[in-house]
């Protein structure tokens, strides 16, 4: 099979803000990516989302399927873009489409889906302005973060707020740096997990992965902050999360966290792969953060590839099976 890699290269720029490139990937995850899809005989391109013209290339290069990993190039829909011109070309991709990955990218509308279906989400509000009466409903402390925004750009640890100053003080920093409106919920003192949805000829639940952040108490984190998730494994910075996959969870407790990622995955209609950030609380409530249709695959830090390796998967397997999940969609289509 002729295959594109359309993906976004992680780069260093001092005129822009630090976490500015976080969202993209490295030359190791592309390489490793490349590597896998050539061990299982494809031939392989890789195209950088900045390319001159990706339309002009898509319409004038031939491909069997696209592996997509593009985060796109800016604003509230980028990871929606690539999909967006393959889908005018009638091109074959792996992934979710350019509505769902729109979707997931905007954490208050996701959310509010997920009430509508009853999966358990922290409480929330959003904030426009910044100068909105805050829901009394809400309780504290509460979390600012980026509407629209991943790999836990623009959080760190002065985003859990106590006090209505500040709340307020982090709600107009969010909107004046990063444009976008800022969304506020509950925060949930509980367990970090992440679950992996792969749909491989089936739809299989991946080994939960807990993510326990009491090893980090010399950083002063203790969550998945953009400084946890960039600088993951950093003795120096203290920056040392524990990692079990399986979680230490009770059947009844792990058949619960499973049942509400994939409850997730379809209520957002993702397709071959997601990854679901959830917050079991203190009662066993395990309450979704958000939804990744477009989660990391660096084959050594990612937590999906570790998911995957739990489950007994090779790296090149897990490439292969996102692969074979996309080709017989395409066959079920046509």
Known sequence: MKIALTYNLKKKDETKPQDYFSEHDSEETINAIILALRTKGHAVEAIDVEYPSLFSYFKNNRVDMVFNIAEGKRGKFRESEVPAILDYLNIPY???NTFS???????ALTKKILKAENIPTPSFQ????GNEELDSALKFPLIVKPNCEGSAKGINISNVVNTKDELFRKIKEIIGSYRQEALVEEFIDGKELTVGILENGKTTILPILEIDFSTCKDSGEYFYSWRMKEFQGD???GLVPTFYCPAR????????????ALKTHHAVGCFDISRTDIRLSRDNVPYVLEINPLPGLDPRESNFPIMAYAAGMKYEDLIEAILISASQRRKVLN
């Open 94 to 96: 792996t992934g979710s």
């Open 101 to 107: 990955l729109a979707l997931a990218l905007n954490k």
């Open 126 to 129: 959003v904030f426009t302005k």
């Open 235 to 237: 003795r120096k910075l």
């Open 249 to 260: 969870l009770d059947k009844h407790t792990e058949a619960l966290v499973k049942e509400t």
